[in-house]
């Protein structure tokens, strides 16, 4: 009925606020409608604007991509790159699959057969292998590979490269070191970078056998410092094991600059691994494609070394096959700096207006417009940005204020009297009911203990009863019944004293342990005769805390006697004094109805009862002021009070004291006490 009359009473204030909100809402949606529109046409304005900007600058990368020369070699692409600023890390993809940057190459060596050419050096060849590794004849096999570079003519570089690199090694299983040194070392001097036929520079075999042959320490260091420097100054096919020998004369390298080298050079060929896969991709992408371009322009958008790159791709330019690729890298830099500003020139922007190019891992705050650079790229735009970095939303807040500020701070002002109004009302209406239910319930509490001390003090008036037991059950009656009466009148009086801002507290320093136990030991009978299950857990060792002990034994009485108002049939109540941290505690613990969560809000609001377990509609007896003066007692104290609750098991009232810093030395021993409860 409570919700039914409350729905009643918020129907008027339901219909003032339609009549009123609704023709304002009308005249604001009128004029906001309005500033749409406007929003709308500066968005479409900054948008033609940034496609604009957009254009100018991708037409000037193009002109300077196509203005590019067919490098045919890393020296050419060096070239290219120190010509261009806005260009970085250039490089040519072969038909074949020949890769080559400004360093490195790879599956561009073409493999050398140093037999090929000499059928009768390749004879002689065949005849010393044939003594070195079927016979193990290792004297004739030396005689054989020295008739074998006696046939080769001076011009015949690879061939006699071979042949000597095959004495040295004959000459190294015969160990003979010294003789074996020397044609290592004249393997060197006479290779000027030629390649054996697996692709590896005659130069490198010799220095690799030279390290192994080092007659010591220092010599083999030198060596192996000789070969990082050949392998840093002549690259050769990174196909043909070159990043592996790096990667071993990168582990051994002591000189700082030469590790640095290293790094450049094996970043070089990451570079290259990169390359593979993007323009494999690319060509998958384009096979398909008919009539395609003579000199198609593409490009491709990655994240490397955990920054936004962005490489142009080119096909069948001059110089280059048709199926050939010219790549590289377009700095981010020039192209949102010299490039953007080359595009600017020929577009007003005004005075409050700035573009930036925007890449993927740029974030942006509140761009005009954002048109993408190159239609294969997303992610990389022109952004139009207003200087005081505001949004359109935020350009067009001066007109919205201006069309809405009167009918939505009008409206704003009259809805809030209204609900202020209801709320003001609305408490009024619950405070009168709870103060009626009040005097109702008070009435019936004074009742029952006025009418049991009448009832048994005109029965002992009486004379009937002459049995002494029975008569001193009836004097108990009696002195409970008075002290109930007592309780429930020094509760109406604090309530009182508390409105009226004239509550006291006589706080002293007084031994927690015994108030407690002053208080349960009042009320043990009364759980005795009501057939209550008692556990306490006091401590011997006393608990000094600053407190009002009569304040604190009447929020202690208001607890026991919510423990017997809401406990049905498992009566227990647990009473525990502890000490946790820089704070005392008293808990009180039932098995009663408990609390659901929505009446935890309320239950220390005066008046306020919690509905009963077995009806939603009945409340319990009561004043409903015990708790409220519990937690001001409580916070008079500096203290608070903490309740656990599950509806159907129990409640757990817990009083938590501030402990006083001034006592230090008790405070370490009451701690030492609960640790050894604990």
Avoid at 408 to 435: C, H, K, P, Y
């Amino acid at each position: 009925m409570r919700g039914i009359s409350g729905l009643a009473a918020g129907r008027p204030l339901l219909a003032v606020l339609v009549l009123v909100l609704l023709p304002g809402s009308m005249l604001g949606y009128f004029g906001l409608s309005g500033l749409a529109e406007r929003e709308d046409a500066m968005r479409a304005s900054y948008a033609a604007t940034a496609a604009l900007v957009r254009d100018r600058l991708a037409d000037h990368l193009t002109r300077l991509e196509s203005a590019l020369p067919s490098p045919r070699n890393p020296a050419e692409l060096r070239r290219l790159q120190s010509t261009n600023a806005w260009l970085d890390h250039p490089f040519r993809v072969g038909s074949g699959g020949c890769i080559m940057t400004v360093a490195l190459t790879a599956g561009c060596a073409a493999a050398q057969d140093p037999l090929a050419d000499s059928p009768v050096f390749a004879a002689r060849v065949a005849a010393a292998e044939a003594a070195e590794f079927e016979r193990g004849d290792l004297n004739a096999a030396l005689a054989q590979y020295r008739e074998a570079i006696a046939v080769v003519h001076g011009s015949a570089t690879s061939a006699r490269l071979f042949a000597l690199s095959r004495i040295a090694r004959t000459l190294f299983k015969l160990k003979r070191p010294g003789e074996a040194s020397a044609a290592y070392q004249s393997l060197i001097d006479e290779s000027d970078g030629v390649l054996d036929r697996n692709g590896l520079p005659y130069a490198v075999i010799g220095l690799v056998q030279l390290a192994a042959l080092g007659e010591t320490v220092d010599r083999k260091r030198a060596v192996e410092a000789q070969l990082l420097r050949f392998m840093v100054d002549r690259p050769w096919d990174l196909d043909n094991g070159y990043r592996e020998y790096l990667a071993r004369g990168r582990s051994a390298a002591t000189d700082t600059a030469l590790v640095n080298r290293v790094d450049a050079l094996q970043a070089e060929a990451t570079e290259i691994d990169w390359i593979r896969d993007a323009v494999t991709t690319w060509r998958s992408a384009q096979s398909g494609s008919a009539a395609l371009p003579a000199a198609q322009l593409t490009h491709v958008a990655t994240v490397r070394a955990g920054r936004p790159v962005l490489v142009g791709l080119r096909r069948g330019t001059a110089g280059l096959g048709t199926a050939d690729i010219l790549g590289y890298e377009i700095r981010p830099e020039s192209l949102g700096g010299t490039m953007m500003i080359d595009a600017l020139k020929e577009v007003s922007l005004g005075s409050t207006m700035r573009v930036a190019l925007v890449t993927p891992l740029h974030q942006t705050a509140h761009p005009l417009a954002e048109p993408a650079v190159l239609p294969e790229v997303p992610g990389w735009n022109v952004a139009l940005f207003d200087r005081e970095g505001r949004s359109i939303e935020q350009l067009v807040r001066r007109e919205r204020w201006t069309y809405g500020a009167l009918v939505i701070g009008m409206l704003a002002v009259m809805a809030m009297g209204i609900v202020v109004a209801s709320r003001v009302s609305v408490r009024a209406t619950e405070l009168a009911r709870l103060q009626t239910e009040f005097v109702s319930n008070v009435s019936h509490e004074l009742k029952t203990p006025l009418a049991l001390i009448r009832m048994f003090g005109e029965t002992l008036e009486s004379g009937v009863v002459i049995d002494s037991a029975t008569r001193q059950e009836f004097y108990g009656i009696i002195r409970r019944e008075s002290e109930r009466l007592t309780q429930l009148i020094n509760n109406v009086l604090d309530i009182g004293r508390i409105d009226r801002g004239m509550k006291g507290y006589n706080l002293r320093q007084e031994d927690l342990v015994e108030v407690v136990r002053a208080a349960l030991d009042a009320y043990r009978p009364l759980f005795n005769r009501l057939s209550f299950r008692v556990e306490a857990a006091l401590s011997d060792s006393p608990v000094p805390v600053l407190m009002d002990p009569e304040a604190i034994t009447q929020a202690l009485v208001n607890m026991f006697q919510n423990v017997i108002t809401y406990s049905a049939a498992a009566r227990f109540v647990g009473v525990v004094v502890g000490i946790r941290g820089g704070d005392a505690w008293v808990s009180v613990t039932d098995q009663g109805v408990g609390i659901s969560r929505e009446h935890l809000t309320r239950i220390f609001d005066r008046y306020y009862r919690v509905p009963d377990a077995a009806s939603a509609t009945a409340s319990t007896h009561g004043s409903g002021l015990g708790l409220a003066i519990v937690k001001h007692a409580m916070d008079a104290h500096r203290g608070r009070v903490d309740i656990e609750s599950v509806v159907g098991k129990g409640s757990v009232f817990t009083l938590v004291f501030p402990l006083e810093t001034d006592n230090a030395p008790d405070v370490a021993r009451r701690r030492g006490y609960e640790r050894a409860r604990a």
